[in-house]
Structures are given as C-alpha cells and as structure tokens.
C-alpha cells in the first residue's frame, strides 16, 4: 500500500481510505457481517485510514467500524487514522450545525460509538453559514486542547470558507467530492488547499456508482437508497454519463484495470489530491479498488481520459437539506 503525508496535519496514512458511508443507512440494505468483513480485509491489505461521520446512522457506521476494528485498536491504536465528521443533523430545521455546543455533542458521541480515546481527525461535515467560522474553529480547537481530537479538517467548503476558518485555526485537511463527473472542486478549494498544503482525501470517487460500470439504463435503487431520487441517475443525464463510463471501461481494458480502478487512478493522480476515500460492503470490492492505486497513467493517458470524459454531465451529490 502506498502511504503519503496528509498535507500540513503531517499524519502519514495510506492513499486510499476506507469509507462508510454506504453503511450508514442513506444506499440501501446491506449486510453487516460483509461490511465487517470488507473493513477488517482493507486493513489486511494495508488499509490504515478510515473515514466515517456522525450523520451515517447516527451511531451504526461508527459503531460498524467499532465492531471491526475493535482488537487493533485496542492493541495499537496509533496504528490507525480514524477520520469522523459532524456539525450536521438532517431531517431537522436546522440540518447544518457546526455550533460549539453540537459539535461538542458529536465529539462525545462519536468517541462513546467508536469506543476510542481520542479521534485521529475531526472534520465539520459541511460549512454552517448560521455559525461564525470564529465559532467553529475555536470550538474545535478546545476539542483539540482537551485531547479528544487530534486534527482538524473541513469538508465540502469553498476556498472563501476555507479562508475564513484558516484565518482563525488552521484547516489541516479537506474531504471534497471529486471524480472524473464532478470537477467543480479544481479552480476553487482544491486550488486552495493545494496552495497552503492542506490535505486532501477526495470523496465519492466512483460518482456514487456511476464509475464502476456496474450501473445500466435499466438500473433502479431502493427507496432507502437517495439515487433514487437524483436526476443524475435517471434519464438523458444517466445515458449519456453511461456512453462516456462505456468509453472509460474500453481505455482501462487498454491498461488491464477497471474503469473503477481507472476512476480512483485518476483522482490520485491529480495535483493535490492525497487520499481516495473508497467504500465497500464486500471484501473482494475493496480488493479491486485497492488495486487501482498501482495502476499508472501518463500525460498521455490523462489527456484521453480528458477526452473521453468532455461529453460527460456534471454529477451533483446529496447535502444536509436533500440532493443536488
């Protein structure tokens, strides 16, 4: 597995992260045992960072990744980065809160869910306009203070956000959506964050399934699953993502690799970008994704890549108050 230096938080962790979104109740189903089993394989594999939030179930994927990771991390706990995020509570009337008083309350639970001491990073999950960043900042770096943090990172915030809350603490980190359909991120806080040398683990980097060529016209998702109600995965957005993802699969045959493998190779492969955060329900998913850091491309390759993807619509996500 290759390791990197998570910009200015100095914190050494692989390059790609394990993430547990899709264990948190917004995709669907899922089998509990497999999920174990895909984090536990990560791990064997090299896997030493892993990136969960308070709002996925409120409690189930920490506490998943709690149950999986439990033995080493009681044995050696400065083995393994864990990444949590709060400062968000959906389905409320105020759905973004970074606030002192709830970020406070996210730490103490998310500390109790994944029965550790201290969380490696803490991020705000999304920027909070209702609360100074002066708030936020400094209420973290009381966390900090008192040793139930140890790093501070934002995610999904602009360069004018970052600006702000660096001004009062540094931001030692950024989790923003980047894949090959959601580029919005490159002239604005990537830019920034490369600049002032924050570190950098990318989300939602196989475009929620858009990029594992495993989706059709004919796909559907249950209704637990929030695709189901994005105009990304339905209609005259879906077929033509799905031309330009066929194109990408026929290239990253060209290179033995996957189009997922070839997604996750090029977010690593961009100026800045440290980590890809990867999820999985399955440990031979995870096995595929983690081969994509060893696939290489070259100027030319990413040129093709460019060319291929041009046609492409641009991919929004979920937020606090619903989709993009």
């Given at each position: 597995?290759q ?19 899709q ?30 939030a308070?709002?996925y ?14 033995s ?12 949590t ?8 009337d ?7 008083s ?20 803490y991020?705000v ?57 959601r580029?919005?991120?490159e ?5 920034y ?27 559907t ?7 189901s ?36 190779a ?21 096995e ?37």
């Amino acid at each position: 597995m290759q390791m990197t230096r998570l910009g200015r938080s100095g914190l050494d962790v692989s390059r790609i992260a394990f993430g547990t979104w899709q264990v948190g109740g917004d995709w669907g189903d899922f089998d509990s045992e497999s999920a174990i089993a895909a984090i536990r394989r990560a791990h064997d594999l090299g896997v030493n960072f892993f990136d969960t939030a308070q709002a996925y179930g409120f409690g189930t994927a920490e506490q998943l990744l709690s149950r999986a990771l439990g033995s080493e991390l009681k044995r050696d706990r400065d083995s393994i980065v864990i990444a949590t995020k709060g400062g968000i509570n959906p389905g409320t009337d105020r759905p973004r809160d970074a606030s002192r008083s709830w970020l406070r309350h996210g730490v103490e639970e998310s500390l109790r869910h994944l029965d550790v001491d201290y969380i490696d990073l803490y991020q705000v999950h999304w920027p909070d306009s209702a609360t100074p960043a002066e708030e936020t900042a400094n209420a973290l770096q009381e966390l900090v203070d008192e040793g139930k943090i140890r790093h501070v990172g934002v995610s999904n915030y602009t360069a004018a956000q970052l600006a702000e809350f660096d001004a009062v603490r540094p931001v030692e980190t950024l989790q923003p959506p980047y894949h090959l359909l959601r580029r919005s991120v490159e002239q604005d806080s990537l830019a920034y964050a490369r600049e002032h040398d924050i570190g950098v683990l990318a989300y939602s980097v196989l475009g929620s399934g858009l990029l594992t060529g495993t989706l059709s016209r004919q796909s559907t998702f249950a209704p637990g699953d929030w695709r189901s109600h994005a105009s990304a995965f339905r209609g005259e957005s879906l077929r033509r993502n799905l031309e330009v993802v066929d194109e990408l699969a026929s290239f990253a045959a060209s290179k033995n690799a996957s189009v997922s493998q070839l997604a996750i190779a090029w977010t690593l492969a961009q100026p800045g970008v440290h980590v890809a955060i990867v999820g999985a329900r399955r440990p031979g998913t995870i096995e595929a994704s983690i081969a994509g850091v060893d696939v290489r491309l070259s100027d030319a390759d990413l040129a093709e890549i460019e060319r291929i993807t041009a046609p492409g619509v641009p991919v929004g996500g979920a937020t606090p108050e619903g989709i993009e």
